[in-house]
């Protein structure tokens, strides 16, 4: 480009010189032409910058054809009016101008199309007015000019064909090269992003938290996660199917982006479940208001298909502080929190504190202990009497798993019995208290039976009736001697495994008790389909018979429930020798209760019950008519 300047200043000053130097006067057009110039090529020359904008290009391009035909019309018109005042220069002034067309499309040659445009409009008709002069000369110049121009110009035109079919090519490339970008990008942006709601996804709300999770004081202060997850979202999702459940997942994503989206991150984290993260401290009365406004969110009705659908959220929240060291911590606390929230009801909300810090420790160190087997060392197994209330002896006592922890205290069984079948281990742990609990009754006399609970995740497991089978032959164990207590929650798993291997078992002669029959849904279908030697009537049902009639009336209907379906029974938790007097007078078969003897060694249990001798201090109390309700007051 330059170079196109310099060769038509060159030019300028060339016609001027050959027209005597009349031109170039300060003010006229063709020193307006001259400075024009000049400045493009100093512009061009200093402060041109490469540009990557292909809008730009292109209106850049459109300016320099727009300016080159200007230029181009401008210099014809320019020579005209010299050869009309300087008739006898026009040879020069015409050779002149058709140099300047020349340099002019020299200059733009890396643009041919443009490049063509000097030659067509400068140089072609003045080539040709030179063509037509009058002497030989000037007509043989011409026609030499004419051909030169012409070749130049088929020149450019084909080199303008090859450049355009590159630039096409390359522009295609771009274009592809721009396409696969934005899928990346588009690729980077749904990695982050929930599908369904659009919010973040548990990956990014992860990431963003690692960068930006602030430790705040003792006391908290620091960055604030909530963890909210719906109530009655199953429920809707089922009755009205998966369409529901997307729209109700999408409104309360909204809404909850519509609340706090300014200040937080909020992401949906799986399923039904959402987080919110706010990187800076929170003042606790905020963080109050943040939990009810979340279940608050849920509590709206959502309108879908005109239905108005009904959930609700419980919410954990948890405060960055030295109690949480990690981004994972800090959202189990969160967790911790709301799991704590959903068991005291829906709709409710729990900040984690000092409090369910010290819980859960107290269960990673239990986890800790059982996975580490050193639970199953320092475990012993107690035994409770069950009695006949026929022979007033004690016929059968239930292995109960005591733990005294040297780092934990007294950890209940209802406690360590779940976390190790939450953990997967209660199988094992069951195993090592069988064989416990066998060791201990060796000294017992054959009829004096062992009651074992077995868990219900235990009991649906393969081949589990097979392995405790083995366990007692190796321990030279009758299985006859044993009766094994499961509850009906075995059966709501898997049904037909858990009836499979208690078949097994009853099959090599163990005695199978239904335990806590009353408790949860009692399904009188299970007293139907499986075939129970005994059923154990839940202590609930026992608890107040004494001031109850209706109580009495529904356990007289139980027991009556179980004989109907072979099975005898036993009345759990009789605690006084009133409620023991009732359930005789019912007809129930068996009893255990603190009144009766409470949980104690095996060695214990055996100074009980020496032979057939009834218990001495229960004896008089329950041949005591006296204390016996007649029936008919019942
Ligand atoms: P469960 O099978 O219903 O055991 C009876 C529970 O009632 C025992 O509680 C016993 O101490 C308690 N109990 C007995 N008589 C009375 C009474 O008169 N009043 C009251 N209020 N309670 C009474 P424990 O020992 O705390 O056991 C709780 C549960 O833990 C058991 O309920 C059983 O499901 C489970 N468990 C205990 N030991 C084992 C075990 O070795 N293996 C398995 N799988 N579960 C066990
Ligand atoms: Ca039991
Ligand atoms: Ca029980």
Redesign the pocket.
Same mark, same amino acid.
């Given at each position: 480009m330059p170079l196109l300047y310099a060769t038509v200043l060159v030019n300028l000053v060339g016609l001027h010189v050959a027209t005597g130097g009349e031109e170039l006067v300060l003010i006229s057009p063709v020193s307006f032409l001259t400075a024009v110039l000049a400045w493009r090529m100093i512009v061009w020359l200093f402060f041109q910058r490469d540009c990557d904008d292909l809008d730009v290009i292109a209106a850049q391009l459109v300016k320099m054809v727009v300016l080159t035909v200007l230029v181009c019309v401008g210099f014809s018109i320019w020579t005209q009016v010299l050869i009309s005042k300087h008739p006898g220069e026009t040879m020069s002034i015409l050779l002149f101008s058709i140099l300047a067309a020349l340099g002019a499309a020299y200059g733009l040659s890396s643009f041919p199309r443009a490049a063509i445009l000097p030659l067509a409009i400068l140089g072609l008709p003045m080539a040709t007015r030179l063509m037509f002069m009058k002497d030989a000369t000037s007509t043989g110049i011409g026609i030499s000019l004419l051909l030169v121009l012409l070749l130049l110009m088929r020149l450019l035109h084909t080199h303008s064909r090859a450049l355009s079919a590159l630039v096409t090519g390359r522009l295609a490339i771009a274009k592809e090269h721009n396409r696969a970008i934005s899928a990346e990008v588009a690729a980077l942006k749904r990695a982050d992003e929930d599908a369904l709601t659009g919010l973040a996804n548990r990956a990014k709300l992860f990431r963003e938290m690692q960068r930006n999770m602030m430790q705040g004081p003792t006391s908290g202060g620091g960055s604030v996660v909530a963890i909210s997850d719906l109530d009655g979202f199953k429920a809707a999702n089922d009755a009205f199917g998966h369409a529901a459940g997307d729209a109700i997942l999408e409104a309360f994503a909204l809404r909850l982006l519509g609340a706090f989206g300014d200040n937080a991150i909020v992401a949906r984290t799986g399923g039904d479940e959402f987080a919110i993260f706010w990187r800076n401290g929170l003042a606790k009365q905020d963080i109050a208001k943040i939990g009810r406004t979340i279940c608050d969110l849920a509590s709206t009705p959502i309108e879908w298909e005109g239905k108005s659908l009904n959930i609700g959220a419980s919410c954990g929240l948890a405060e960055a502080g030295p109690i949480s060291s990690s981004v994972s911590e800090f959202v189990r606390q969160a967790d911790s929190a709301l799991y704590r929230a959903k068991a005291s009801g829906r709709g409710v909300w729990r900040l984690y504190d000092q409090e369910m810090h010290a819980l859960d420790k107290r269960r990673a160190g239990l986890e800790k202990m059982l996975l580490d087997r050193k639970a199953q060392m320092e475990m012993t197994v107690h035994f $409770?009497p069950i009695i006949c209330l026929a022979s007033n002896t004690v016929v059968s006592s !239930? &292995? +109960? &798993?005591r733990w005294n922890s040297d780092e934990l205290g007294v950890i209940?069984?209802?406690e360590f019995?779940s976390v190790a079948e939450q953990l997967g281990i209660i199988e094992e742990l #069951?195993e090592a +208290?069988l064989r416990k609990a066998v060791n201990a009754v060796r000294p017992w006399p054959p009829e004096l039976r062992l009651s074992f #609970? +077995?868990?219900a995740i235990q009991i649906s497991l393969e081949g589990a009736a097979a392995r405790m089978l083995d366990l007692l032959e190796e321990d030279g164990f009758s299985p006859g001697s044993i009766q094994f !207590?499961v509850t009906e929650t075995a059966f709501l798993a898997d049904m037909a495994k858990a009836k499979r291997e208690l078949q097994k078992l009853r099959e090599a002669g163990c005695i199978i008790a239904l %335990? %806590?029959f009353g408790a949860g849904h009692a399904s009188v279908s299970y007293l139907r389909d499986l075939v129970f030697d005994v059923v154990k009537l839940d202590?609930s049902l026992t608890t107040n018979i004494q001031y109850c009639e209706r109580s009495r009336r529904i356990l007289l209907g139980l027991i009556e429930l179980c004989h109907a379906s072979g099975a005898k029974c036993v009345a759990?938790?009789?605690?006084t020798e009133e409620q023991l007097a009732l359930i005789r007078a019912m007809g129930c078969d068996f009893a $255990?209760?603190?009144?009766l003897g409470r949980?104690e060694s095996g060695m214990t249990i055996l100074a009980m019950n020496p032979g057939r001798t009834a218990l001495s201090s229960t004896e008089a109390k329950i041949l005591n008519p006296i204390a016996m309700l007649p029936i008919s007051k019942i």
């Open positions: $409770q !239930e &292995a +109960l &798993a209940p069984p209802s019995i #069951n +208290l #609970n +077995l868990s !207590e %335990d %806590d202590g759990e938790h009789v605690e $255990q209760g603190y009144h949980p």
